[in-house]
């Protein structure tokens, strides 16, 4: 194939006599090569496929702030990815700015810091590149530090609490895919367990609490430790499905659990299962959710692992 036949060429690897195309690389070997240009192209080819995760991260919040949903139509152009790998790429592009990422640490060392502020990334990111840590290594500094100075919760008094929390999996999946975390620091079942729900909950207050299948054992426990009672159920239908080890997954779990006397203030019940399709963004519930929550029950209302604010809601999480 000569270079005026050769298609689809790849301009962000191509340099001198080198022309990368989808399917191969074409050399010009009728021009002198020396042995340095041909090891500096190949450095260039590791750095690139290191930033690839980067460069397609940011090419999809670019997307997503341009064309508003209809930039995951865009997704389909990367059919050799699971969308969950390319969400992580966008997520962790869109926590990790431009100038804290360490090009001496892999992607997969931002994305264990992507969930922090960005002061603590900085922290972290020169903790790893100092002291030549492996990602595992410092996915457990990270996850020690917060078991042992955990946030405070939200002061007050509440009759609602909503809780979706980081549940830590015992699954080892390829990286971006599928493991939670791959996209936000978990906690352990212990952890969860410890946190002081009860104080901020009122005499008479329910809990809505997630839990994916997997989990559900787990969920209860946790339920129990924070002073409530399991009551009902509901079941989200997802639409999409999800990668699973037993079935392919398209629900998730809200657990209702009560603490005293908390029965609904609405004489009108909500249906157990609610259909809406799940956004590509990895554990994202609707905010329909909450709307169904404020309809059954008034009165001071918090949500824990929170991701954003809500007029008329306390809220605590790292992603706030």
Same mark, same amino acid.
């Given at each position: 194939?000569?270079?005026?036949? &050769?298609?689809?060429?790849?301009p962000?690897?191509?340099?001198?006599?080198?022309t990368?195309?989808?399917t191969?690389?074409?050399?010009?070997?009728?021009?002198?090569?020396?042995?340095e240009?041909?090891?500096?192209?190949?450095?260039?080819?590791?750095?690139?496929e290191?930033?690839?995760?980067?460069?397609i991260?940011?090419?999809l919040?670019?997307? +997503?702030?341009?064309?508003?949903?209809?930039y995951?139509?865009?997704?389909? &152009?990367?059919?050799e990815?699971e969308? %969950?790998?390319l969400?992580?790429?966008?997520?962790?592009?869109g926590?990790?700015g431009?100038?804290?990422?360490?090009?001496?640490?892999?992607?997969?060392?931002?994305?264990?810091?992507? &969930?922090?502020?960005?002061e603590? %990334?900085?922290y972290w990111?020169e903790?790893?590149? +100092?002291?030549?840590?492996?990602?595992?290594?410092?996915?457990? /500094?990270?996850?020690?530090?917060k078991?042992?100075?955990?946030?405070?919760?939200?002061?007050?008094?509440?009759?609602?609490?909503?809780?979706?929390?980081?549940?830590?999996?015992?699954?080892?999946?390829?990286?971006?895919?599928?493991? /939670?975390?791959?996209?936000?620091?978990?906690?352990?079942l212990?952890?969860?367990? &410890?946190?002081?729900?009860?104080?901020?909950?009122?005499?008479?207050?329910?809990?809505?609490?997630?839990?994916?299948?997997?989990?559900?054992?787990?969920?209860?426990?946790?339920?129990?430790?924070?002073?409530f009672?399991?009551?009902?159920?509901?079941?989200?239908?997802?639409?999409?499905?999800?990668?699973?080890?037993?079935?392919?997954?398209?629900?998730?779990?809200?657990?209702?659990?009560?603490?005293?006397?908390?029965?609904?203030?609405?004489?009108?019940?909500?249906?157990?299962?609610?259909?809406?399709?799940?956004s590509?963004?990895?554990?994202?519930?609707?905010? %329909?959710?909450?709307?169904?929550? +404020?309809?059954?029950?008034?009165?001071?209302?918090?949500?824990?692992?929170?991701?954003?604010t809500?007029?008329?809601?306390?809220?605590?999480?790292?992603?706030?």
């Amino acid at each position: 194939m000569t270079l005026e036949l &050769a298609k689809d060429i790849i301009p962000a690897i191509s340099a001198g006599p080198f022309t990368a195309t989808p399917t191969g690389l074409i050399i010009d070997e009728t021009q002198p090569i020396p042995y340095e240009v041909w090891e500096e192209y190949g450095r260039g080819l590791a750095r690139v496929e290191g930033a690839v995760q980067w460069v397609i991260g940011d090419w999809l919040n670019a997307g +997503e702030r341009k064309y508003g949903e209809a930039y995951s139509q865009a997704l389909n &152009a990367w059919p050799e990815y699971e969308y %969950q790998s390319l969400n992580a790429m966008r997520w962790v592009a869109g926590k990790v700015g431009f100038i804290s990422r360490e090009i001496n640490l892999s992607w997969t060392h931002h994305r264990n810091v992507a &969930a922090l502020e960005p002061e603590e %990334q900085e922290y972290w990111l020169e903790q790893a590149a +100092e002291n030549g840590w492996t990602r595992e290594k410092l996915r457990q /500094a990270i996850r020690d530090e917060k078991r042992i100075n955990p946030p405070p919760l939200p002061p007050g008094q509440y009759r609602v609490i909503y809780a979706d929390p980081p549940w830590q999996y015992s699954d080892k999946l390829i990286d971006g895919y599928g493991a /939670a975390e791959h996209h936000y620091p978990a906690m352990t079942l212990e952890a969860l367990c &410890a946190l002081p729900v009860a104080d901020i909950s009122g005499k008479d207050s329910v809990l809505f609490l997630w839990a994916t299948s997997p989990m559900l054992p787990e969920a209860l426990r946790v339920m129990d430790a924070w002073g409530f009672e399991y009551k009902a159920s509901f079941v989200w239908d997802k639409v999409r499905h999800n990668y699973g080890h037993y079935n392919s997954v398209r629900h998730e779990l809200l657990l209702l659990g009560t603490r005293g006397s908390c029965l609904p203030d609405s004489n009108e019940l909500e249906n157990s299962v609610v259909r809406i399709e799940r956004s590509v963004r990895h554990s994202e519930k609707p905010a %329909q959710f909450r709307e169904i929550i +404020e309809k059954m029950y008034s009165g001071p209302k918090v949500e824990l692992f929170a991701r954003e604010t809500t007029n008329g809601w306390g809220v605590w999480g790292n992603e706030v």
